[in-house]
């Protein structure tokens, strides 16, 4: 069934809705609405939407529930959750239910632009992630907050960050890269790395785990290609000193290639 | 309170002194009385003695105007009052008193009463039982009296008078009686020098007595209470000055670490209040404050599209992004703060800590040539702490030091040593290196969070959390910088009872030294 709208947004805040609206419209993408999870869940199940983006602050449930729920129902509807860095800690455990991405209130246009249109680039190559399957405790090679972000930690407990599988060939045209500085902390969900296409998008990479940057990859900058042709050796992001990785890898899902 | 404690002190030793001397006083002059008493009644007895030999002659011879001069010659001398003798019927035969003579003395008058007291007349006495101490009327002072029976001896009967027959045992009785007023003098006078040396004394105890109080007690006292109102007006900072020694340099030195540790917990608890209420109102703002800022922020960035060709419009409206894009971050980094990992704490060998951390940044020190040198100690008791948050802690110090450093090599020395010092064991870490330095003036800003010497580079936060850790885990961090010498923080971690290593009675050890 063709899908009426290609966006579900279910957010209670008519501010937060109008702007993904105006943000939305303009590059092409039909929009729906709901206030509640219940409203939500009923529009999603009955239309066919192509995304949902969700918040988690709703009036009648917690917006994990509608993630959980929405996953249950349509496992293949990709969901982008939008909301505020109070509940950040909560976007980082839906990530865990399969959620693609998520976008932190306040947004600016390109960061909304880009998680819905990587999300339905991926989503329109029938992309699942075929050369990567969660592992077994034994066979883990790298952990992921979701499909979004990949870290592999080395036995002296150094974190090499790189792209999840969500990221190479979805991002467009890339046109630059923002790395931090090394030195600086990052906390886990916090943005590492930010990459503009050359339609203004901004794809945000968030922190895998928490830790002070060590190093950058200095040829990042002059060569993105990187990113797509050997995204997960090369194009590597950041190195990292996690801090708080016992606690912290319970967030995220341990993964081995094939 | 100063004046009650000398005050009471005073009245207590001048009691005890009055009671003492009062004693002493009673016992002295009593046994003196008796001594001096002894004295005149020795006296007057070998005056009767003399007197009766003198006038035995006399006697034998009936010569009664030999007597009668030998008595009265007597009875003039100083101290004297009365020479006389009198017959068994109590008749005064002789008398220095002359008006006396011929009178007859009842058997019940002092001078008879020694031997006539029982039915049966005592012919043989002891010298104190002949002697009476009495009162004669309408004169002050006492008098002593002594009697001394003249018996009836071969002479007597012999004589050619015939005046006393053989069978009679006792002829008549000499009766002496001397003045006690020199004794009572005497006594007088000790007694005012009793009296003196009491008051003396009890002057002498008080005054000595005042001047400890002052200077013992007083002024040690004035000291400690003048640090007590300084405390409770809030100034944690004061000092007491030295109290020379005793147990009020004890309590003077007591008092001032107290305040110390007390300026201790309510610095951290100040920092830790405001870190907590920092982070719940971050919290309620960020909630609150995201949704109009995501209005804010989209349609001012519509405006700008829209507005494209308008240079002026264009600048301003890019100002207003940008001011956005700061509020987010400024929420955003609140958050962040307030974004505390939940701590599982194990005992832990602190070494490890610092290994592993160290072993993470290996290739940095590599990188920028610097000479990391780890002097720790083998044998540290192990420490109740979160291993991440520990590791967080010496990641940002060793991030700290790496960029203190910069691109000139230099050196980092990481040092860990037991500390068992004064009462609460402890494990000290400190972390130095020959970098930049803090200048003195950010001391008390840099475990601020949002403090940054590094510019646009810095979070602010590093510190922050080295602080929030470290101050979670009750430990204490210290800061020792030049600049351009380099810097060391000083961590103390407790070695607390649910390390495990401790046994009940090295607790209760603890709590003694603690106490």
Redesign the interface.
């Known amino acids: 069934m063709a899908p009426k709208h290609d966006i579900l947004i279910v957010d209670d805040?008519p501010?937060?809705v109008?702007?993904?609206q105006?943000?939305l419209v303009p590059a092409g993408l039909s929009v729906d609405h709901a206030g509640t999870v219940a409203e939500g869940l009923s529009k999603a199940d009955s239309q066919g939407f192509n995304l949902v983006l969700a918040d988690l602050?709703l009036p009648d449930h917690s917006g994990f529930d509608l993630v959980t729920e929405l996953r249950r129902l349509r496992p293949e509807l990709p969901i982008v959750v939008v909301t505020?860095?109070?509940t950040?800690?909560s976007a980082i455990t839906c990530f865990k239910t399969g959620v693609f991405d998520f976008v932190?209130?306040?947004?600016?246009?390109g960061e909304l632009l880009g998680s819905v249109q990587r999300a339905l680039r991926f989503q329109a190559a029938g992309k699942t992630s075929e050369s990567h399957f969660e592992a077994t405790d034994n066979n883990i090679e790298y952990y992921g907050l979701g499909k979004h972000v990949q870290v592999r930690v080395q036995p002296?407990?150094?974190a090499v960050v790189t792209l999840g599988v969500t990221f190479p060939h979805f991002m467009g045209k890339t046109l630059r890269i923002e790395l931090p500085?090394s030195?600086?902390?990052i906390?886990q969900g916090?943005a590492c790395a930010k990459i503009i296409n050359r339609e203004g998008e901004i794809h945000i990479v968030r922190a895998p785990l928490?830790?002070?940057v060590?190093?950058i990859n200095s040829q990042l900058p002059g060569n993105m290609k990187l990113l797509d042709i050997d995204p997960f050796n090369r194009g590597w992001l950041v190195?990292m000193?996690?801090?708080?990785?016992?606690?912290?890898l319970q967030h995220l899902t341990g993964f081995a290639r094939c | 309170m100063r004046k009650n404690i000398g005050l009471k002190l005073m009245l207590a030793v001048s009691s005890v002194t009055v009671a003492t001397i009062a004693i002493f006083s009673y016992i002295i002059i009593t046994s003196q009385h008796q001594a001096l008493i002894n004295q005149v009644e020795y006296n007057a007895d070998r005056l009767s003695e003399t007197i009766k030999g003198s006038t035995k002659y006399d006697m034998l011879l009936n010569q009664r105007e030999g007597v009668h001069r030998i008595i009265d010659s007597i009875g003039e001398q100083k101290g004297i009052e009365k020479v006389r003798i009198f017959n068994k019927e109590g008749k005064i035969i002789y008398s220095s008193d002359k008006g006396e003579i011929g009178q007859l003395l009842d058997k019940e008058a002092e001078s008879c009463y020694a031997c006539h007291r029982a039915d049966e007349v005592l012919e043989k006495l002891t010298i104190t039982e002949r002697t009476r101490v009495f009162e004669p009327s309408g004169n002050g002072s006492k008098s002593l009296g002594i009697i001394n029976p003249i018996y009836n001896e071969a002479g007597c009967w012999q004589a050619d008078c015939h005046a006393h027959a053989k069978d009679k045992k006792v002829l008549g009785v000499l009766d002496v009686t001397m003045s006690l007023a020199e004794v009572e003098n005497q006594i007088a006078a000790n007694e005012f020098k009793m009296v003196l040396l009491t008051i003396s004394a009890i002057a002498a105890t008080s005054l000595l007595i005042w001047w400890l109080v002052q200077s013992l007690v007083g002024k040690p006292v004035s000291q400690l209470v003048q640090g007590i109102n300084m405390v409770a007006i809030g100034r944690l900072d004061y000092k007491i000055g030295k109290i020379k020694d005793g147990e009020l340099a004890y309590l003077g030195d007591s008092f001032n670490k107290m305040t110390a540790r007390l300026a201790d917990a309510q610095r951290q608890l100040y920092h830790s209040e405001k870190l907590a209420s920092l982070g719940r109102l971050a919290?309620g703002v960020?909630?609150e404050i995201?949704?109009?800022?995501?209005?804010?922020?989209?349609?001012s960035?519509?405006l700008l599209k829209r507005l494209e060709g308008d240079g002026e419009s264009k600048e301003d409206l890019e100002v207003i992004v940008r001011e956005?894009?700061r509020c987010?971050d400024i929420?955003?980094g609140l958050?962040?703060f307030s974004?505390q990992?939940?701590q599982?704490k194990h005992n832990l060998q602190i070494n490890e800590v610092i290994l592993?951390?160290l072993?993470?940044?290996?290739?940095?020190f590599a990188?920028k040539g610097i000479d990391v040198v780890k002097k720790l100690s083998p044998d540290l008791p192990a420490v109740y702490v979160d291993?991440?948050?520990m590791?967080?802690v010496f990641?940002?110090l060793l991030?700290n030091a790496?960029?203190a450093i910069g691109k000139t090599a230099g050196q980092i020395i990481i040092e860990t040593k037991n500390e068992g010092g004064d009462g609460q064991p402890a494990v000290r870490i400190s972390v130095s290196d020959t970098g930049s330095g803090i200048d003195k003036k950010h001391f008390d800003k840099i475990f601020d969070p949002f403090f940054s010497t590094?510019g646009q580079?810095?979070?602010g936060?590093?510190l922050a959390?080295v602080w929030g850790v470290i101050e979670e885990h009750g430990g204490k961090i210290d800061v020792k910088s030049e600049v351009g010498k380099g810097t060391n923080f000083l961590i103390s971690l407790p070695v607390t009872a649910a390390a495990g290593n401790n046994s009940l009675s090295d607790l209760m050890k603890d709590e003694r030294v603690g106490s």
């Open positions: 805040e501010i937060v109008l702007s993904a105006r943000t602050m505020g860095y109070a950040l800690e932190a209130k306040p947004f600016e246009t002296s407990g150094l500085e030195g600086t902390t906390l916090n928490t830790g002070s060590l190093e190195r000193a996690p801090t708080q990785l016992k606690s912290e | 919290a960020a909630h995201n949704n109009p800022l995501t209005g804010v922020l989209a349609y960035s519509f956005t894009k987010r929420v955003k958050l962040d974004r990992a939940p599982k592993n951390t072993a993470i940044l290996q290739n940095q990188i291993s991440g948050s590791q967080q990641t940002n991030v790496i960029d590094k580079k810095g979070t936060l590093g959390v």
